[in-house]
């Protein structure tokens, strides 16, 4: 059959292929056909002579297929004549055809001349990349040399498919190329920088892009590849191309090089840069509303790349205009146009230019007198920003009337609160004068309007929601107002304020919803000051006066708990950080704390479950910190407010599982955070939790039997029942005793038993596992005397219940809760399973079986961590139940996964684990290498070479550049086998 007799029969089986009538039996039926057209010896020739004479993009796409297949698989055996007729051939075409393909082919095209350069350049084909140069001097056709210039750097510098010493070879031999490389790029791009954006153009940048991110920089930056990147920068600013040439430059920065044939590469960088900045600065919205749209955000990237990389080394370079610098910097972040993410780029590279500012002139008087009118004008212009009106009508887009803690009010003023504070901390007078005025403005606007804030105007509404911004503004200055009484007396002022505001929100009846947002807002600023009061509280303890405003403070923040949110929820927060965090050591005197005790039981049923929680540890801790440990005979007498927790939650408790659930989850969850206290209290204070729990420990044992009888839809009660032991155990297990842990899991092991978890797991509840999972971590994790009696009965719920649960799973989630409680069992407990040589085979198989799930990078590391933990800790890969039973299989499992292209990420980690079972018996590890290999499917007459390097290195840096060879021939020779 002649040429275009094949070319017709193999277009049509392409569109029969591509139809979506065909079947997928036909489909096969084609592929096999497809399959031995490409396995005829010398099939190339028939190739090239079909593709010179198709014009049909899916028949050209596939043919080029065809020429890579030779490429990759077939080219080794051809000679060397053949060898050069194929790549006369290919390149005769890639020059000829380009423009007139499509995209698609185009690609595929380029692909196979640069993998053909992989495999034969520089030796066989020197001419590869010369020819390329040529190509982009005369870009005809257009933009197809600087399109392979940039295959050139992704495929030779990485290499993939190759083997490890080519991959090398080829990645040295492209780096001696990378500075004629830059510079034919560099020459290029000043040519058509003027011109229309172009392929040739966004190829050049994208080949300068990847050189920069693994190329050798130190004797490669010049000053013509910088200035042609910013000359593109600024002439191309209205395009993709002006986006991808500033994105080089934070490529560029990114590297940290100072290169020493360019000794002014950091200032030209930073004389560029600043030139940049400064044109949009002056350009105005008219400029602004014209550029690309990444090409603001790529600038805010690089100013904050370049502070971030050189700012040291500017600083005390001479001459450098730090001050007129950062001025440019904080003018450009509150250019009005900015989207948020370009806003919030800019501050954090103003915020780390300050703080080096901080550091420099620490200890210096007088040091930073010269930035103090810069920063008083950004003050100035910054709390004009975040105010909702700052010319008195204007919005701002980014502050709408949002309130989440996602929302992009809440992210722009997180952001500018955060270099607020880095001014402060340089100018703290300076910003007390700009923020304090605009929040008295509005504080009394909001008071003298009291009556009428749910009525009022809309310039009434933006006070409100201004005073809350300069509210928030103060309130995140609370290390700063501890520094001096003057400070302090500030902060005091601000917090009066504040409570006169709340006080004035919760007089009025049905607020609606502005005032409510403005009522949870103002206490939210009050817990911004916590640790503030926290330190003044021990000053202030004898004071009458500051007594009454924390009484007034607290009686606030309960009266809030009803409310709906915001208000309730910030009322809660407030509460539980007066308590834990502000603390005054007079607190239990106050009698809005009597008060709130007087209401627990309504407190807690008005708050939701999470923040009730909360509040019961909060409680517990706060009491039990400001007493002396007493006697356990009389400690219940001596603290009331603990046994009125206990009595409180004991009788919500006893009200059973069935009549409310949802109301007995909650107090569970409040039971686990009362014993939660006794992480933060001494030993004599635990001791107390327990005397209120020890009773009951039985009777709540037994309600896990209970609910584990009545099955159907008891697992999320019983989740909260064991999340509670858990508590128990992990905060009070000292004072509770070993039998109550020999009982919970005598419970746990019966109740909760393989069959019942399974079961769980196939309806998809698998919180309950979870929690079990959490409690038998912590059990292997405890180490201590007092839990060797009990070590058997955990032992017993590993193995009967929890580990064969593997093989009823592949929920990630719940293999790594298994793993991680078997490690912290078989590493705490190692001594007790040796015991008489008992080892248990069901845990070290348990943690082997991760090598045989679905890959998944956290559960392999995970896997590699317990072992380098059981070596360190035992010496395992010295034992000999371990070189007998299960050496091997570690081996294997460990070699194959390096093999696996999955677990890239974890090769430094596998490469050490492999050497650390190797350095425990090298002539065995060197005798078990071949068999190994020959298990990864290498046949044995490549099995030997691969071997001989590994087998010729013992230390570990040669082992693991040996072993990252290995995995690489492997990984190769897939490829080319399959």
């Known amino acids: 059959m002649d040429s275009a007799g094949q070319l017709a029969q193999l277009q049509q089986l392409l569109q029969e292929y591509y139809s979506p009538l065909s079947d997928n039996q036909r489909k096969k039926d084609i592929e096999s056909v497809l399959q031995q057209f490409k396995a005829q010896p010398g099939v190339w020739r028939q190739a090239a002579a079909l593709i010179e004479l198709s014009t049909d993009q899916a028949t050209l796409w596939y043919l080029c297929?065809?020429?890579?297949?030779?490429?990759?698989?077939?080219?080794?055996?051809?000679?060397?004549?053949?060898?050069?007729?194929?790549?006369?051939?290919?390149?005769?075409?890639?020059?000829?055809?380009?423009?007139?393909?499509?995209?698609?082919?185009?690609?595929?095209?380029?692909?196979?001349?640069?993998?053909?350069?992989?495999?034969?350049?520089?030796?066989?084909?020197?001419?590869?990349?010369?020819?390329?140069?040529?190509?982009?001097?005369?870009?005809?056709?257009?933009?197809?040399?600087?399109?392979?210039?940039?295959?050139?750097?992704?495929?030779?510098?990485?290499?993939?498919?190759?083997?490890?010493?080519?991959?090398?070879?080829?990645?040295?031999?492209?780096?001696?190329?990378?500075?004629?490389?830059?510079?034919?790029?560099?020459?290029?791009?000043?040519?058509?920088?003027?011109?229309?954006?172009?392929?040739?153009?966004?190829?050049?940048?994208?080949?300068?892009?990847?050189?920069?991110?693994?190329?050798?920089?130190?004797?490669?930056?010049?000053?013509?590849?910088?200035?042609?990147?910013?000359?593109?920068?600024?002439?191309?600013?209205?395009?993709?191309?002006?986006?991808?040439?500033?994105?080089?430059?934070?490529?560029?920065?990114?590297?940290?090089?100072?290169?020493?044939?360019?000794?002014?590469?950091?200032?030209?960088?930073?004389?560029?840069?600043?030139?940049?900045?400064?044109?949009?600065?002056?350009?105005?919205?008219?400029?602004?509303?014209?550029?690309?749209?990444?090409?603001?955000?790529?600038?805010?990237?690089?100013?904050?790349?370049?502070?971030?990389?050189?700012?040291?080394?500017?600083?005390?370079?001479?001459?450098?205009?730090?001050?007129?610098?950062?001025?440019?910097?904080?003018?450009?972040?509150?250019?009005?146009?900015?989207?948020?993410?370009?806003?919030?780029?800019?501050?954090?590279?103003?915020?780390?230019?300050?703080?080096?500012?901080?550091?420099?002139?620490?200890?210096?008087?007088?040091?930073a007198d010269r930035f103090q009118p810069c920063i008083q004008g950004f003050l100035t212009r910054l709390v004009a920003r975040v105010q909702v009106t700052a010319d008195g009508s204007t919005t701002d887009a980014l502050l709408e009337d949002e309130d989440g803690e996602d929302s992009d009010r809440q992210r722009m003023l997180v952001g500018c609160t955060e270099i607020a504070l880095h001014c402060a901390e340089l100018f703290y007078d300076d910003a007390i004068a700009v923020v304090w005025p605009v929040f008295c403005r509005h504080r009394d606007t909001v008071l003298a309007n009291a009556q009428v804030l749910g009525k009022g105007s809309t310039a009434i509404k933006n006070s409100m929601l201004d005073l809350a911004t300069s509210a928030y503004v103060l309130c995140s200055m609370g290390s700063i107002y501890e520094e001096s009484s003057a400070r302090q007396a500030t902060a005091i002022a601000v917090l009066e304020s504040l409570a006169q505001c709340i006080s004035v929100c919760e007089g009025l009846p049905a607020a609606p919803a502005a005032v409510q947002k403005l009522h949870g807002r103002l206490l939210r600023g009050v817990q911004a000051l916590a640790y503030f009061l926290h330190s003044l509280a021990a000053a202030a303890a004898g004071d009458a006066a500051f007594q009454q405003f924390i009484n007034s403070i607290l009686s606030s923040a309960i009266r809030a708990l009803p409310a709906p949110d915001p208000v309730g929820c910030h009322g809660s927060e407030l509460l539980v950080a007066l308590l834990s965090i502000a603390r005054p050591p007079f607190i239990t005197t106050l009698s809005s704390f009597t008060d709130l005790f007087q209401r627990l039981p309504s407190v807690l049923d008005a708050v939701p479950p999470a923040a009730a929680a909360l509040l019961v540890e909060a409680l517990a801790v706060c009491v039990l910190a400001q007493a002396a440990p007493a006697p356990l005979a009389t400690s219940e007498a001596k603290f009331p407010y603990i046994e009125a927790i206990a009595r409180t939650l004991l009788a919500r408790y006893d009200e059973g599982p069935y009549a409310n659930p949802a109301r007995f989850i909650a107090t569970l969850q409040m039971l686990a955070a009362y014993a939660k206290a006794g992480q933060s209290v001494p030993r004599a204070m635990r001791e107390l939790l327990a005397t209120f729990i020890l009773p009951r420990v039985p009777a709540w044992c037994a309600v896990i039997q209970e609910l584990a009888a009545r099955q159907a839809g008891a697992e999320e009660l019983l989740e909260h029942v064991v999340a509670l032991h858990t508590a128990l155990f992990s905060n009070l297990f000292g004072q509770l005793g070993a039998d109550y842990l020999r009982l919970l899991m005598t419970t746990l092991t019966n109740a909760l038993n393989r069959d019942f978890l399974s079961a769980a797991l196939s309806k998809g509840a698998k919180a309950l596992l979870l929690r079990q999972l959490d409690f038998a971590r912590l059990a292997g994790g405890d180490a201590s005397p007092a839990m060797r009696p009990c070590f058997p009965d955990l032992l017993r719920l590993l193995e009967d219940v929890l580990c064969p649960l593997l093989a009823a799973t592949s929920d990630m989630e719940v293999l790594l809760a298994l793993h991680l409680a078997l490690r912290e069992t078989l590493v705490n407990h190692w001594r007790d399973l040796e015991k008489d040589g008992a080892v248990s085979d069901v845990l070290i198989q348990a943690a082997f079986s991760a090598f045989a799930k679905e890959p998944d990078i956290g559960l392999m590391r995970e896997t590699l961590m317990t072992f380098k933990m059981l070596d360190k800790c035992c010496l395992l890969y010295r034992k000999e139940f371990y070189k007998s039973r299960w050496r091997m299989n570690h081996l294997t499992a460990m070699l194959s996964a390096l093999c696996n292209p999955f677990y890239s990420v974890l090769g430094e980690d596998l490469r050490a684990a492999l050497f650390a079972v190797a350095a425990a018996d090298m002539p065995a590890f060197h005798a078990a290498l071949p068999p190994l290999t020959l298990s990864l499917g290498i046949p044995a007459s490549s099995a030997g070479p691969l071997c001989n390097t590994l087998l010729a290195v013992s230390d570990a840096p040669s082992f693991s550049a040996a072993l990252e060879d290995f995995a690489r021939d492997v990984e190769c020779y897939r490829s080319l086998q399959s």
Request: some cysteine.
């Open 65 to 367: 297929s065809v020429l890579e297949g030779v490429v990759t698989r077939a080219w080794a055996a051809m000679d060397a004549a053949e060898r050069s007729q194929f790549r006369a051939f290919l390149y005769r075409y890639v020059t000829e055809k380009y423009s007139s393909l499509d995209k698609i082919v185009q690609a595929k095209v380029c692909k196979v001349f640069v993998t053909l350069g992989k495999i034969e350049w520089p030796e066989a084909f020197p001419e590869f990349l010369p020819s390329i140069f040529q190509l982009v001097q005369a870009n005809e056709p257009p933009g197809l040399g600087m399109r392979l210039l940039l295959m050139c750097s992704e495929d030779l510098s990485d290499a993939r498919g190759v083997p490890a010493a080519r991959a090398r070879a080829l990645r040295g031999a492209l780096a001696d190329q990378i500075p004629a490389m830059l510079q034919f790029v560099a020459d290029r791009l000043r040519q058509i920088a003027s011109g229309p954006e172009s392929s040739e153009m966004t190829s050049a940048l994208g080949c300068i892009q990847h050189m920069f991110s693994w190329a050798n920089l130190s004797q490669t930056v010049t000053p013509d590849v910088l200035g042609a990147l910013f000359e593109i920068s600024k002439l191309q600013c209205r395009t993709t191309a002006g986006s991808l040439a500033v994105g080089s430059l934070v490529e560029l920065c990114q590297r940290n090089t100072a290169p020493p044939a360019f000794p002014d590469f950091v200032v030209q960088l930073f004389q560029h840069t600043a030139f940049l900045v400064q044109q949009l600065i002056d350009g105005g919205s008219f400029v602004y509303e014209s550029l690309d749209d990444g090409f603001p955000a790529k600038v805010a990237d690089l100013c904050a790349t370049l502070v971030g990389t050189y700012m040291r080394r500017l600083y005390t370079a001479p001459g450098f205009p730090a001050v007129e610098f950062l001025d440019m910097l904080l003018k450009y972040a509150l250019l009005p146009f900015h989207p948020l993410d370009v806003l919030l780029c800019m501050l954090d590279a103003c915020g780390s230019f300050l703080e080096k500012l901080h550091d420099d002139i620490d200890g210096k008087p007088g040091a």
